[in-house]
């Protein structure tokens, strides 16, 4: 909760910086829509996941927008742990994940923005290739699935080349609610495209 009062504060002070600050640009940034494709590296609860991810959005004027995303599970992680005396293993897969998001714009030049984004998602994992060792032998082939929604928040920068084809990174922290417990650290490197 203190994370997502921290987030908030932060965005309501880099809103009210941003137009001071870009109205010393003197060159507009293109709004419209824009999508973007990219990978994303996922850390979570001793796991390091991966997945492939598209976004949508439309920037409304140099400094705000808003945007959806969803992706794909693509990397999966190996896990060992002791449940109640007995070892279990398997692996962890993100099997999608969905978000929207406000962002804020904070135009460098026609080619870079800085940028921050706040919003709220719902990610599902699937643990399969679960093995139980027990007295009578081990146990394999199991899985399972859960899911959660979180309140995320993130920081960003995009540098587009010819005014149109671009390339953004992002960290964004996924803090997860209703007996989700933890949250996510996403760092994320995709290709963007103005329309």
Excluded at 140 to 166: F, I, K
Aim: hydrophobic share 40%; net charge negative.
């Amino acid at each position: 909760m203190k994370s997502l009062m921290a987030a908030a504060a932060s965005a309501a002070v880099f809103g009210a910086a941003v137009p001071g600050l870009a109205a010393a640009q003197t060159a507009a940034a293109p709004t419209g829509f824009y999508a973007n494709l990219g990978y994303a590296d996922i850390h979570t609860s001793g796991q390091n996941l991966g997945a492939i991810g598209g976004r949508l959005g439309y920037r409304f004027n140099n400094w705000l927008g808003v945007e959806g995303e969803l992706g794909g599970g693509v990397k999966s992680d190996n896990f060992s742990t002791t449940i109640g005396g007995v070892p279990v293993t398997g692996k962890t897969k993100l099997s999608d994940a969905e978000a929207g998001y406000v962002v804020g714009f904070l135009p460098l030049s026609p080619q870079w923005d800085v940028l921050g984004r706040i919003g709220y998602g719902h990610s599902k994992i699937k643990v399969e290739d679960v093995a139980v060792g027990g007295v009578a032998g081990p146990v394999s082939g199991l899985s399972a699935s859960g899911s959660g929604d979180s309140w995320n928040y993130g920081l960003g920068a995009q540098w587009h080349w010819d005014g149109v084809n671009g390339v953004r990174g992002d960290y964004t922290r996924e803090e997860f609610t209703h007996g989700a417990n933890g949250h996510a650290d996403v760092w994320s490197i995709a290709f963007d495209h103005r329309f």
